[in-house]
């Protein structure tokens, strides 16, 4: 006893004292600076409800569900309410109507116009004029219809009257204008509205507005399918869009309009529009979360604390379908994906210049193990067309396979012989072909077993992994043997369709190749963009592929199907290929539905 | 070749000791020293001679204290002796005899892998047995020690009156303010002009002499009933050696403490013991009261010390001290000793009590 | 005084080096940050990527770009974010806001822990439970640190579902800030207690040794007092100088666990800024980061003046 | 007497404030052998004995993996089989997402660890001794000029240099060494300046310099042996965080695709599933093998310590 009154001597007192007043000097500073931080977002609507439960009543809640058996398991209906900014309106039914997606394309900063992905979500809150649907044909969205005349120069397109934005303001042609504009003048990657637009005029009586372009120009619907349609009388006052950042309600005049945007907690949040006439969508908000960690997303769909999964010109990883076909509560979406993996050889360089080593390459390469590998089954062996059958005017070419022997003769036959006896062929040169393939880290698999193909056939290949930055500056160099890249539904429908954005040498861009000189190619481009008529635009497609069936200018890998997981609990999906299930027909229909 | 003696030798080294600018200051202290210095000569005198009276305060009966490392090393055997109340025993040896581990077995400050035989009693109580909780109860307050090396035995992170305030808080679990004051009288009584000062200054900033007098305030601030003293002249200049006399002699009068005086330093013990044992090779081979023993020592490795002194002519004891872990066989300083006999070497001598002196030499059966 | 002069200078011409280097090393960076800005499909003429630069000034010569550069800083802007837009200094309060948040209490977990441990591992290293807590601490100072972070999260958010797996928070309040940032705390800290385990159990079987620590338990304190009032004191003070060596660490080390977490903190922005090359951002974190680290050893020079009076030397000269 | 008395004491006040640890050694010189001699015979045997063992142990084992890879890997690691494979006789570890055997690219991937380590940790030891000499020698400006360099360089961030050197060279784990080499000999530095700081003072320094040698001479044969033994342990642990480091880096994706290391593994476990298919056969093994080897690196690194920590205690009492 003596002792323990003499350990309460007059030092230790103090420093006990001292620490704990530490503990607390640190618990108020976090919580100082935490309010701080979540003051930041100033504009955060203050209606935003400060969900009643406590951490300690939901700690205790995830104990005793931990206990009683579903080992991890929590059912999206079971007893736990989601704390969703939602679950204050909560309608008749005791579930809560909150659907919520999952993305993997984690927006960087709140501004509707100046980052790229915001752009794609906020689709939902302003959609564009036009939208392709599920066959690829670009049909009208805000426009009920468009017409073309003057030579592909003047276009004029017819507005629906039953729109309002989420404002009550009604959505005037004027608004339509307005936008294409402000895009135009405002936005660097619309510029080429603000070269060719002479003029623009509204007609209020048939609730329409025409663009003058001072050249033809065939793809415009297909352009106005990606800019969203702002309300005039809110973006006016904004001087420079890209530079606006703001967390708090965009006004929308879709079916949902932009409510929060919450880049702490990584979600975004889009409330039911009051003033849509439309269909009324089932659901009274929409979240849509991201995960930088695609493993974190399959979790997070497993525990339903997400129903279903997007990713701009991407599929849900291969490896965790299994994961989710395991739970049973999971059905999966597929279409063929209009983009496609493809081995781009430096057609300015030799010996890739030379179409035979290209056509030998292309024997020496296994689809079906790399299909097998890359998408686990859900890819097949790809046509020598490189248009994936997905596409309009596909024209069947005939299919690439794997025979090393006829790549070796063809080698041979081509001229390039190993003289010198070291197991690999020498160039036109004399010296060793040395082949080097660029690529970026996510690609890092299909690097690896295309330099094991290409060593089987006597070029001896090295792998040089670089980041996504130091790829476009070396790609744009021409600075690269061989190169592994993707293509993007958007990216195949550029410039004159049919993945021909990717091979014009006149067109410069961050995923485009820009390597192909060839004047037949070119012209064939230039006769695409200047007609219209569907019938001649087929022709031109099937000499296109028949073109890249006999070149080769890039080596296409695998098709691949683009996989949507969804949770059973919904129903009536629906997905377009430019989009996916990211469109306002998905968002109206799905139902909830007692599996 | 005259070598020169080894405390001059000292001296050198502790003028190479950090020696601050406050030393100099304390100039006119060091005269209130010197009148109280001649007072005390007279009265000690008178008092030796009722020393018979007092009951013996320590006890100690064959002490052997042996290490367990690579090999054993017995450093200490047969160590017996008793120190009565207000007495002043003094251990005296060559470095390397072990004397310091004398005063660490009897505080029980031993490492762990020490193992200590033989019964240690503090007024009546075995302090061998006690339990290190029991023990940390009477260390400080009825036994203190003084450590040879002040700077190092000071805490460098804590002022100076933080470290005096210790002992009372640790004890006597006196408030803080109280505490301060008690040690502010204890360095005034010592002799400092500036107490108040002393009190927040850090030990590094003061100069041996000065950690030195603060170590005895620490030590003696409970007045302990002994106080064990370990090589307090090492280190020290001469006049800083004059003062620490006269404050262990002030201390014994005022406090009434036994002391255990253990140094190297024979005009020093002269100067201060009233009994002196000499210690040669971790054994005890000569005691006797200080003024018998400068007269007629018996011992002869106790005339060839006293020989060495510089009055006596510099004569210094041929060959080394032999190393504890490889002692010569009989008596062990048969190898130095000049008297040598043949059964010194195979026998090795008991000590025999002769009144009050106790020799062990096959010189006097 | 010619100490804290020398002093001054040094931190003052670290700081300048650091500035520099903060200029040179992202435009050394391969990669046009104006491509980045516009995305992966878009096509846009060379015309506006050149108005673009010529808008963002990076087609100026680089001493011009230095000078506006400098100029700036002296007036405290930091510059505007490129894929951020926003002005630099606001996203770094607000993500530094967040990091300091869970590396800050993290450390300060670690450190008592790391120290107290260490502090009794050292006082008795032959006890059982000392040998436990050292293996084990050396243990953990050896897994790195990401793979520590995968495992945690693999077994507590995926298997046992106890704690949510990304994001600061789900509803701005602080139970759920606790609730998530709980898992990278905790990995956090006993990361840092690993380090300051061993280096203060080093120290204190050094300062063990010493005679002071005889003294102390010849003045009659027992065991741990023993440690508590002296030993302690002495050897924490290889531990200052080891935090502020460690103050680089811990943001890159904060990195990983944000990325395994996905919280977008300070260190998911630096490696997004980088992949994007978004010159202001970068300049702006790598200086803010430079400025506390170097502030954090002048903080540790200071403190151990203050702690010990060794090193502050013959102070108490001057006052006589 | 006095007068002797002053002079002798302003050169010593000089040298006493130079540093606190400097002060220590200071100390020291004074204490005579006799009676601190006792304590030398506390051995650590608990601890540093046992652990010693096992991770010399352990090392033996991890260089014997790296030397000769083919013993323990059944299979080359490029070749493939049927990937996400569960353990199997003739897959022990089962296999990856393209179909490698894992324990083969264990194996392999043993020697690129520990090269990189290995590497790194040496070029850092080597500036960080020739800088802390220089520094702790030369005192003064140099001194001052070189520490602030040193903290210069403790703040650079290695991520962006990598992707520059990444990017002008062809990315290997030469680059990977070159730039942990070059970042991390920070705290030798520190290490080996505050230990020729005290050595500076000790007395054959002084006499070596009144011999007149060149300070250059006087470094090379006085100062560094003296040093070897603290280098030692301190590249030991500069070995265990390169490691570390690297396997951190490969996780972030900047490794050298073709010389796959445990951190390269441990990412693609990362980044195609592993986590999510409870592939634990897949992230676990790299994971433990760098957690042991570095474990065994650095018990071998304290067991030097504490070894060097005695060694010093005698030297400076028996002065």
Known sequence: ?595 | MKILPRNTLLERNTLLERNTLLERNTLLERNTLLERNTLLERNTLLERNTLLERNTLLEVRDLEVSFQGMETVTVLSGISFSIKESETLALVGETGCGKSVVAHAIMNLLPPESRVKGNIEFRGKSLSEMNEKEMAKIRGREIAIIFQNPSLALNPVYSIGHQLVEPLCVHQKEKKKTALYRVALALKRMGFVNFSECMNYYPSWCSGGMNQRFLIAASTILNPALLIADEPSKGLDKKCITELEAELKNLKMESKSALLLISHDLDFVRRLADRIAVMYAGEIVELANSSSLFENPLHPYTRGLLNSLPEKGFIPIPGFSPPLNSLPSGCRFHPRCPLREKRCIRVHPEIKETGEKAVRCFLYP | ?320 | MNQFDCTDNSCMKEAGIEGFSEKKSEGSNFEFPEETSYWIFQKHKGFQGLFNRIGVFLFILFVLMALFPSVFAPYAPEERFIPYEAPSEEHLLGTNDIGNDILSELAFGARISMTVGFMAALISTLIGTALGLCAGYFRGALDELLMGFTDVVLVIPKIPLIIVMGAFLRPSIWILISILGLLSWESTARVTRSKTLQLRGAGYVKSAQCMGFSSYHIMKSDIFPNIIHILFPKFMLATASAMISEASLSFLGLGDLSMKSWGMMLSFAFSQGGFIRDMWWWYMPPGICITLCVLSIALIGFGLEAKEGEHFKEGANTL
């Open chain 3, 1 to 320: 005084m010619s100490e804290i002069a020398r002093k001054v200078t040094r931190y003052f011409t670290s700081l300048v080096l650091i500035i520099i280097i903060n200029f040179i090393l992202p435009r050394l960076m391969p990669g046009d940050p104006v491509k980045n800005l516009i995305g992966e499909d878009a096509y846009v003429s060379e015309e506006v990527m050149e108005e673009l630069r010529a808008e963002l000034g990076l087609n100026l010569p680089f001493s011009e770009q230095f000078i506006s550069y400098t100029s700036n800083l002296l007036h405290f802007d930091l510059g505007y974010s490129y894929h951020l837009h926003a002005p630099v200094a606001e996203i770094l309060l607000n993500k530094m806001s967040w990091t300091l948040i869970f590396v800050g209490v993290s450390v300060v977990i670690g450190t008592l822990l790391g120290c107290f441990l260490g502090a009794l591992a050292g006082w008795k290293p032959e006890r059982k439970a000392s040998h436990f807590t050292s293996f084990t601490f050396v243990v953990l100072s050896c897994i790195p640190p990401y793979f520590l972070a995968l495992l945690t999260l693999y077994i507590f958010s995926f298997k046992l579902g106890l704690f949510p797996s990304k994001g600061f928070y789900d509803t701005p309040e602080i139970g759920s800030v606790l609730h998530h940032l709980f898992l990278p705390v905790c990995v956090m800290s006993v990361f840092s207690a690993s380090r300051n385990f061993l280096v203060m159990r080093g120290s204190v079987i050094q300062e063990k040794e010493q005679l002071y620590a005889l003294y102390a338990r010849a003045k009659g304190l027992y065991n741990t007092d023993i440690l508590f009032r002296h030993i302690i004191k002495n050897a924490s003070l290889p531990i200052i100088t080891l935090l502020a060596l460690d103050f680089g660490f811990l943001f890159s080390g904060a990195l990983f666990i944000e990325i395994i977490f996905s919280l977008n903190g300070m260190g998911v922005m630096i490696y997004n800024a980088i992949m994007g090359k978004d010159y202001p951002l970068l300049q702006g974190a790598f200086l803010v980061i430079a400025f506390t680290a170097l502030l954090a050893n002048m903080f540790a020079d200071l403190l151990y003046i203050l702690i010990d009076p060794r090193v502050r030397g013959g102070s108490m000269d001057e006052s006589v």
């Open chain 1, 1 to 595: 006893m003596k002792q323990i009154k003499h350990l309460m001597g007059l030092e230790l007192k103090a420093r006990l004292k001292r620490t704990i007043i530490l503990a607390i000097l640190v618990l108020t500073f976090c919580l100082t600076i935490f309010s701080s931080g979540a003051a930041g977002q100033e504009d955060t609507e203050n209606n935003q409800p400060v969900s009643d439960e406590g951490f300690f009543n939901r700690f205790i809640t995830y104990v005793k569900n931990l206990f009683s058996g579903e080992e991890g398991k929590l059912h999206s209906s079971g007893e736990i309410p989601k704390t969703g900014a939602a679950d204050i309106q909560q309608s008749a039914e005791p579930e809560q109507a909150v659907l919520k997606i999952a993305t993997p394309d984690v927006i960087k900063s709140a501004s509707l116009v100046g980052d790229t992905s915001l752009g794609i979500f906020a689709h939902l809150s302003n959609p564009p004029l036009m939208k392709m649907d599920a066959e690829g044909h670009i049909v009208g969205q805000l426009a009920e219809n468009y017409s073309v005349s003057e030579n592909n120069t003047r276009w004029t397109f017819y507005i629906r009257d039953d729109l309002y934005w989420s404002d009550g303001e009604k959505v005037t042609p004027e608004d339509v204008e307005f936008s294409i504009r402000y895009y135009g003048e405002k936005t660097p990657w619309a510029s080429w509205i603000n070269d060719t637009l002479e003029n623009s005029t509204v007609s209020d009586a048939d609730n329409s507005v025409t663009f003058k372009f001072n050249k033809p120009y065939t793809r415009v619907n297909m352009e106005f399918a990606t800019y969203d349609i702002l309300p005039a009388h809110v973006w006016k006052k904004i001087e420079n869009p890209v530079e606006y950042t703001s967390n708090g309600p965009y006004v929308g005049c879709g079916p949902y309009y932009l409510k929060l945007i919450d880049l702490n907690a990584g979600k975004l949040i889009f409330e039911k529009n009051p003033y849509w006439k439309g269909k009324m969508p089932e659901f009274e908000t929409v979240e849509i979360h991201f995960y930088s960690n695609v493993d974190v997303a399959t979790l997070a769909l497993k525990n339903g604390e997400a129903d279903s999964y997007y990713k701009y010109a991407g599929s849900y990883p291969y490896s965790g379908i299994e994961q989710l076909e395991k739970t049973g509560n999971f059905d999966f979406l597929e279409k063929t994906n209009v983009g496609l993996v493809f081995l781009a050889p430096n057609l300015k360089k030799a010996p890739f210049s030379d179409p035979k080593f290209r056509e030998a390459l292309a024997d020496s390469i296994n689809y079906e193990e790399l299909a097998r590998l890359e998408t686990l089954g859900y890819g097949e062996v790809p046509n020598s067309g490189f248009v994936p059958s997905a596409m309009e005017n596909y024209k069947e070419t005939e299919k690439l396979e794997y025979s090393p022997e006829k790549a070796r003769e063809i080698l041979k036959k081509a001229g390039y012989s190993d003289s010198n006896g070291n197991g690999i062929l020498e160039g036109k040169d004399g010296k060793d072909i040395k082949l080097e393939i660029l690529i970026r880290p996510d690609y890092a698999r299909t690097g690896e077993l295309l330099d094991e193909y290409f060593e089987q056939i006597g070029l001896s290949a090295d792998l040089k992994t670089v980041d996504s930055d130091t790829w476009i500056t070396l790609k744009d160099s021409y600075n690269y043997d061989l190169t592994v890249t993707r293509s993007t539904p958007w990216g195949m429908l550029m410039h004159s369709s049919w993945g021909s954005g990717y091979f014009d040498s006149r067109r410069t861009g961050q995923g485009v190749m820009h390597n192909l000189e060839d004047p037949a190619f070119l012209q064939l481009c230039d006769n695409i963009l200047a007609t219209t008529d569907s019938a001649e635009l087929q022709k031109y497609a099937y000499e296109l592929q028949d073109y890249y069936a006999d070149n080769l200018p890039a080596i296409p890998l695998y098709w691949s199907k683009s996989v949507t997981p969804f949770n059973r609990h919904f129903e009536g999906w629906y997905a377009d290929p430019l989009y996916g299930i990211y469109n306002l027909d998905t968002f109206t229909n799905v139902t909830k539905v007692e599996a």
